[in-house]
Nanobody
Framework: QVQLVESGGGLVQAGGSLRLACAVSDRTETNYPMGWFRQAPGKEREFVAAISWSGDSIYYDDLVKGRFTISRDNAKKTVYLQMNSLKPEDTAVYYC???????????????????WGRGTQVTVSS
């Protein structure tokens, strides 16, 4: 019943910024815990950031803390990832993910999520 669509990826030079969006298609008015992950070619998928269904709880991987900001607009059923001070090592396909259960914890493992978008490419040139 849930579908996720990422957008906002592209090519940017080092030090630049991008804002990714993940639109949630759902017949209900329910919001869910969400996460952002990324995967570079030949590498495993890694956690980037997560946000609770209400937006009250947020968690970042140390590699992006201070540079990336996750947020959500529940009225628009959209989760954002603002990426500043981008580095070449940020280059990857970025995926948003949705967890169906509203737990009190923030989850940073891929297996904690139930639905995934198809990803959006972010390329940072040096």
């Amino acid at each position: 019943q849930v579908q996720l669509v990422e957008s906002g990826g592209g090519l940017v030079q080092a030090g630049g910024s991008l804002r990714l969006a993940c639109a949630v298609s759902d017949r209900t008015e329910t919001n869910y815990p969400m996460g952002w992950f990324r995967q570079a070619p030949g590498k495993e998928r890694e956690f980037v950031a997560a946000i609770s269904w209400s937006g009250d709880s947020i968690y970042y991987d140390d590699l992006v803390k201070g540079r990336f900001t996750i947020s959500r607009d529940n009225a628009k059923k959209t989760v954002y990832l603002q990426m500043n001070s981008l580095k070449p090592e940020d280059t990857a396909v970025y995926y948003c993910a949705l967890r169906r259960q509203r737990t009190g914890s923030i989850y940073a493992r891929a297996y904690n999520y139930d639905y995934w978008g198809r990803g959006t490419q972010v390329t940072v040139s040096s």
